[in-house]
Nanobody, 123 residues
Framework: QVQLVESGGGLVQAGGSLRLSCAASGRTFSDYVMGWFRQAPGKEREFVAAITRSGSMTIYTDSVKGRFTISRDNAENTVYLQMNSLKPDDTAVYYC????????????????WGQGTQVTVSS
């Protein structure tokens, strides 16, 4: 089992920044591909970003490219999502997730999920 706990969400004005953190425990963190997803009210959960086990490669959904950065610290068992130039459309509950395989990384086929953290961007 892997336990994931997100933090860092909050209310921010458009154009502002937030840094989300996801602390992992229970298994060897570096064995897992990590992803961030988000779900806005009335919408399906969508992929935001993912990072390989070593952190050498990252992928993003098009709407956040150039604004969001995913990173990880395997020594601290933590994955981060730096969010800059935030827009009202970024408002959602953000979830981190873990899986062992890099395949289908943009889908919600992850093994473990956190409880989510709310991000609200005001216009």
């Amino acid at each position: 089992q892997v336990q994931l706990v997100e933090s860092g969400g909050g209310l921010v004005q458009a154009g502002g920044s937030l840094r989300l953190s996801c602390a992992a425990s229970g298994r060897t963190f570096s064995d897992y591909v990590m992803g961030w997803f988000r779900q806005a009210p009335g919408k399906e959960r969508e992929f935001v970003a993912a990072i390989t086990r070593s952190g050498s490669m990252t992928i993003y959904t098009d709407s956040v490219k150039g604004r969001f950065t995913i990173s990880r610290d395997n020594a601290e068992n933590t994955v981060y999502l730096q969010m800059n130039s935030l827009k009202p459309d970024d408002t959602a509950v953000y979830y981190c997730a873990a899986k062992t395989s890099w395949s289908r990384t943009r889908t919600a086929m992850y093994d473990y999920w956190g409880q989510g953290t709310q991000v609200t961007v005001s216009s």
